[in-house]
């Protein structure tokens, strides 16, 4: 019988049951027989730990830390201090006394209704009724996860976006579980408040709202005046003695997903205790406040020259672990365009500031908002975008951030089989998986997606397709990747409730274009150069959209694009780039022509197809950035490299002979 977070079987209720392959079957995705083990840590390696792995106990340690392991390996990043491991959980849970009465009431809690509710599942398909009352259990499902607590409230919203492991019409049910949660009582939030600060509330606060702002399934917001200084604040607060019922019930997930291992393997090819240990290390980084404040803090620094971005500071004097105060945004809802007419500002402009702001996250910074929902972004009146609430954040690795950008550049290529290949880097695909049956599948939904052109590209489309896949596929989708997912979605649903005709990617090539072309990072300049050549003949064409686009981002970033009128005065002050600055990159394709041998004879192979000199597209391409580059900075820069690259010249014709003896 099949779980809420596992599929399959010939008789399958609807809520997981996998429609038609959109290709081949997933028996045809072949696995090896042993997945790869994860590499412990090196403290597992010290002292006695060949004595003690002998024992069952340093055994059952090691299989319940290899998922965690497993996780490091795939986001390319080592963390020295985790707040989540299974043993820390096990040993929060057992400290207590009569923990095991109370675990085996919880347990039995849990069994007993999702045991009903799977139940009825299974009566239904057995009936035939399965696909018609499909909105009535998606209801359903959702009271279900409400009444039994907050960690089912988080697991509901993370199943909302996970296509990898229940099907789309429950997913979107479960994505009210964003906005409509239940408030617990001021009395017991403010008494969490003054415990916090250790003193009263009227010491710190003039005034305090009655009610809440906002509820969330971990806390609440109120809105508040600081005594002292007169400022608005927002006050975040932890809802009463949910850590140790988190604990318990991230316990009692992680003993349930341990008997479903064999399942999940052969459907999502990994473990259920992974997913349980990803959903479980991000629950309890969201439920220390005081980690958020650090997410504030990085998110103001990576921001801090942005003019067009707003991130509300944080007052760490008054915040904790389970209170955290920070500046009040008084904006406009991201989702009132009438409002945001009326406040003077231009929508398409303020839609081009939000697109933006949502690449450099992911792309330059890696560090980006995991739930951008219209309730955490708004519109400032000066004309900047503002994001609140920032517990859910993921990170990407530059190991991440580079493998991403091979699987746009190899879109770009349409080279399907190094994109099925960054699925598996990327970790939606176990390491030695056979991808040669999702090659096709890939070329299909991106052919189709891509076929239509900027008019009708969207990512809502693209990722339906893309959940098909997931589903039919024994793919796992990365909690970090399914945040992503989720990001891009629901801007680009904002998007399109402020401008129904929005083209998402007419704003975000130029950005990509300008990276592309600008940015100094050598993994990029390796990138440009596979965008720029195909099946070894330089594309021209696209060298020169590319330069068209960069340079219509410059252009319309070089003043607040949101403002209708602009302020004479802010636009000294607004500190962005005029032009397209392309010395680094001249200077660079200088050094590599240079140095580089198999590049120069690309490049004059480039000058030279066809049987005829490309002097008329190497004008075409100097006209469009005569006025972007002063020539005799270029010229100057050039000449400061030239010892580094005669250096680099000396090297690489000492390194070819001696390879030649």
Known sequence: MDSVFASSSCTVPHLLRREAPLLLPRASLRRPKKAPRARVSSSAATGSGARAAA???????????????????????CIPFRKYSPEIVRSKVLESRGSTFSLMLRGV??????????????????????????????RQLRNLLCDLGPSFIKAGQVLANRPDIIREDYMNELCILQDDVPSFPNQIAFRIIEEELGQPLEAVFSRISSGTIAAASLGQVYRATLRATGEDVAIKVQRPGIEPIIYRDLFLFRTLASFLNGISMQKLGCNAELIVDEFGEKLLEELDYTLEARNLEDFL??????????????????????????????????????????????????????????????????????????GNIFAMRDGRIA??????????????????????????????????????????????????PIIPALEAIWQNSAGKGLSDFNFRS????????????????????????????????????????????????????????????PALRERLIQVLFKDGLFQWKRLENLIVLAKENVAKMSSNPALKVKNTQNQRDWKVERKLDLTDTIKDGARLFFVDEAIRRQLLLALTEDSKLHIEELVDVYR?????????????EVARDLPTVVRDLLLSWSESVLSDR
């Open 55 to 77: 024992s069952n106990g340093a055994v059952s340690r090691a299989l319940q830390g290899s998922a965690l392991e497993q996780l490091d390996i795939e986001r390319g990043v």
């Open 624 to 636: 469009l950035v005569e006025d972007q580059i002063d020539i005799p900075s270029v010229a100057v």
């Open 462 to 521: 693209v990722t339906g397709k893309f959940n098909q896949l997931v589903y039919n596929y024994p793919i796992r989708i990365p909690e970090r990747f399914s945040l992503v997912i989720r990001s891009l979605l629901t801007q680009e649903g904002i998007c399109f409730t402020l401008k129904p005709d929005f083209k998402f990617l007419e704003v975000a090539y130029p950005y990509v274009a300008k990276r592309l072309l600008t940015d100094p990072n």
């Open 301 to 374: 620094e990576n921001f801090k020259n942005d003019p067009t971005v707003k991130i509300p500071q944080v007052y760490k004097q008054f915040s904790g672990s389970r209170v955290l105060v920070m500046e009040w945004i008084d904006g406009i809802r991201c989702t009132n365009p009438q409002a945001i007419k009326e406040a003077g500002l231009d929508v398409d402009g303020f839609l081009t500031i939000g697109v933006s702001a949502a690449l450099r996250q992911l792309l330059e910074f890696g560090l980006f908002h995991g739930d951008p929902h219209p």
């Open 109 to 138: 809690e849990i069994v007993w209704n999702l045991g009903l509710y799977w139940s009825n599942l299974v009566y239904d398909f057995l009936v035939g009724r399965d696909e018609e009352v499909v909105p009535y259990r998606a």
């Open 387 to 436: 994001y609140v609430d920032f517990g859910n954040v993921a990170v990407l690795s530059q190991q991440n951030k580079q493998i991403l950008i091979d699987a746009v550049v190899h879109a770009v290529n349409e080279d399907y089989a190094e994109m099925a290949n960054d699925f598996t880097r990327l970790g939606f695909l176990t390491p030695g998986t056979d991808v040669t």
